[in-house]
């Protein structure tokens, strides 16, 4: 997993819909995943799934 805004591989686009389908929030997935939430947030996009609100 790359921080800086590599290519997704196709276990990192696995883990990201796993932890978006379980409610986990895109900061906690950035962490987990190592990049940053605006990456996650439009890859969450680019795959047509909708991040659960922050708390």
Known sequence: MNSSG???S????QALLTLAREGIPVSVISLKLK?????VR???DDLGVT?????
Do not use: N
Request: aromatic share 10%; proline share 5%; glycine share 4%.
């Open 6 to 8: 590599g290519s997704w």
């Open 10 to 13: 196709y276990e990192s686009v």
């Open 35 to 39: 990049r940053s939430i605006t990456e």
């Open 42 to 44: 439009a890859k969450l």
């Open 51 to 55: 991040p659960i609100a922050e708390v």
